[in-house]
């Protein structure tokens, strides 16, 4: 008989997004630097919701012809909002909008309608907009301005590059796309990837480089990297023995890197020198309901080369390494999964409608328990520890462990959840640098989570 997990944390419901979509909800994807959250239905639009009063400010419909699958922020806009949005269509939308200090919500009524004739080549732009009234009022809303087609069919995912110069985008139809902006409202195509030998499910750009990872139906995620004027992948991630869902960088130093060097044993200050040469991690989750972590490996420093040579040594190629597996406690697909910015847990979720929290500690061998950064620890759990046992990355050299923090069965009821991500809390009761998880579902329901200890 299997002995009851005691977790540390609680995943408790604030509120959920009002009023909700009637159809289903694939995405929410939090703003960059406001307190907003843009939801993606199958009713073709895209929804915008404030996170401190948790209703809808706007919708935006008319861009898209079918389904709005993906939606991602552009980082580091200044004076207005930029949003990119990928559509079962095979088409992705470029909005912007102003952004306004006041972000009162608006009636249900106050529908955004961009429905608009296009015509030409990829990044052409719209057709003249209809006069909606004075000038300051369309100012406030949202302009749809530019389309790309290039996509043969559905496209899965859209990414921004960490600089907002380079947009990534993915499709069905077994492609991986670039786009770099080079004037307002003008995007090039520089480059198209057809290696994945099935549906891209999702890309991800690096947070300090100019790398993308992508992942695909084909079981494989690659990573791209432009070397001289053409893009190509650099390294072939194996290891999933099904559709790879999804993607995410680690854009936070592991808090473990902050314990003082004084303090750590030789493994952990041999871990901690790996992962300071190894750069963020990333991390995947499939259908084969594993969640795994990879990492790079640093390449051995060869002889210096003469700086008035011009002939090119060495390989673009990298060496990555599968680091991790996480607990195992999904019992269907994991669809999505998302790294926190502030606290380096990750959260994850899927068609069985569970959500996971997770989080990195010290493995401690004498004891058998897992130390955590903020002092949680989790022993003498029998089934926990013989996870911990049986986790195929698990050897003598390796000084840290994933453990489950949290866990909540059926968060949607009896519905799929199809997304789940972290944000930072925003309402009237919210403590310092406090953060949020969003689950996107299946009954077009976006809710929010505290995560209580």
Not at 160 to 178: E, H, M, P, Y
Not at 279 to 294: A, E, F, N, Y
């Amino acid at each position: 008989m299997a002995t009851t997990i005691s977790l540390p944390g609680t995943l408790t419901l604030l509120s959920p997004l009002t009023p909700p979509s009637l159809a289903r909800a694939w995405l929410t994807a939090p703003h960059p630097n406001l307190p907003l959250v843009a939801t993606c239905s199958s009713d073709k639009s895209v929804r915008i919701y404030s996170l401190t009063s948790f209703t809808l400010l706007s919708s935006i419909t008319g861009g898209h012809k079918r389904s709005v699958r993906t939606c991602a922020w552009k980082p580091g806009v200044k004076g207005e909002s930029v949003i990119a949005t990928g559509s079962f269509d095979a088409s992705v939308g470029v909005w912007k909008r102003w952004e306004q200090a006041d972000l009162n919500p608006r009636p249900e009524t106050a529908e955004v309608d961009f429905t608009r004739e296009w015509s030409g080549d990829n990044g052409t732009d719209l057709t003249k907009v209809e006069n909606k009234g004075d000038d300051d009022e369309e100012d406030e809303e949202w302009r749809f301005a530019l389309v790309l087609d290039g996509h043969d069919s559905e496209v899965k995912s859209v990414a921004w590059s960490a600089g907002g110069n380079f947009l990534a985008t993915c499709s069905r139809d077994k492609s991986v796309w670039i786009w770099e902006e080079v004037g307002e409202d003008d995007f090039e195509t520089i480059a198209v990837m057809q290696e994945h030998q099935g549906d891209v499910k999702s890309v991800a750009w690096h947070p300090e480089e100019e790398l993308l990872a992508s992942a695909s139906y084909d079981d494989d995620i690659r990573l791209w990297r432009e070397d001289v004027d053409d893009w190509g992948c650099v390294s072939i991630l194996k290891g999933h023995e099904s559709t790879v869902w999804a993607v995410e960088w680690e854009t936070l130093k592991p808090p473990l890197l902050e314990v003082k060097t004084e303090e750590r044993t030789a493994t952990q200050r041999s871990w901690v020198e790996r992962r300071e040469a190894s750069g963020p991690r990333l991390v995947s989750c499939s259908d084969d309901i594993t969640i795994r972590v990879w990492r790079r490996k640093p390449r051995q420093k060869g002889p210096e080369q003469s700086k008035l040579s011009i002939i090119r040594t060495g390989s673009n190629e990298e060496d990555w390494v599968e680091e991790a597996q996480l607990p195992k406690r999904h019992m269907r697909a994991i669809y999505s999964l998302a790294w926190s910015k502030k606290t380096g847990r990750i959260v994850s979720t899927g068609g069985d409608g569970k959500i996971v929290v997770y989080e990195e500690g010290w493995y401690q061998k004498e004891t058998g328990t897992v130390t955590v950064p903020d002092g949680h620890t989790n022993g003498g759990d029998s089934e926990l520890m013989q996870d911990i046992q049986s986790d195929k990355t698990q050897s003598s050299e390796e000084a840290t462990e994933w453990n489950v923090i949290a866990e909540l069965e059926g968060a949607h009821g009896a519905f799929e959840v199809n997304h789940v991500c972290w944000a930072p809390r925003a309402d009237r009761n919210k403590s310092e640098d406090e953060e949020v998880v969003l689950s996107t579902g299946d009954d077009g329901i976006v809710k929010v989570w505290v995560l209580d200890f």
